[in-house]
């Protein structure tokens, strides 16, 4: 009887290879790649929610590129994309999201819109409002 072994690409290494692309591009443009995927290591370690949540509202679905379990591809691409919107709204509204901290971490705001009753326009006026008056007052 042989030994089985299970392959498997770890979801965090395809974050930070994704995160590369996207948001410490612009960022960090003079950091070598080296510490770029260090701070995309980082943050995913501290708070993952503020990585996986900017990659569900981006146009071009990189979400969709994690490797989250082997039988995702089962999937469609529209019905795994719905599925894993789902469940950041409900992990975002489980933890809960400070506005303050938004403004000091601004990599963060993707979570803002998947706040329940937000989505992306209150989202985007309530951190208009933040950034130009630096309060949040009734929108």
């Known amino acids: 009887?042989?030994?089985?072994?299970?392959?498997?690409?770890?979801?965090?290494?395809?974050l930070v290879?994704?995160?590369l692309?996207?948001?410490?591009q612009d960022q960090f443009?003079?950091?070598?790649?080296?510490?770029?995927?260090?701070?995309?290591?980082?943050r995913r370690a501290q708070e993952p929610l503020q990585e996986f949540a900017p990659l569900a509202s981006s146009p071009?679905?990189?979400?969709?590129?994690?490797?989250?379990?082997?039988?995702?591809?089962e999937l469609s691409s529209d019905r795994l994309k719905v599925f894993l919107e789902a469940e950041i709204v409900t992990?975002?509204?489980?933890?809960?999201?400070?506005?303050?901290?938004?403004?000091?971490?601004?990599?963060a705001v993707g979570m803002l819109q998947y706040v329940c009753g937000l989505g992306p326009r209150k989202a985007a006026a309530i951190l208009k409002v933040r950034e130009t008056d630096g309060v949040v007052g009734s929108l």
Do not use: T, W
């Open 1 to 14: 009887m042989g030994e089985q072994f299970l392959h498997c690409i770890h979801p965090l290494y395809s």
């Open 17 to 19: 290879c994704l995160y």
């Open 21 to 24: 692309c996207l948001c410490l």
């Open 29 to 42: 443009p003079d950091y070598p790649e080296p510490l770029k995927m260090s701070i995309s290591l980082g």
């Open 60 to 73: 071009d679905d990189e979400i969709l590129a994690l490797r989250l379990h082997p039988l995702q591809g």
């Open 91 to 107: 992990r975002v509204n489980d933890r809960g999201v400070n506005v303050h901290y938004l403004q000091e971490h601004p990599h």
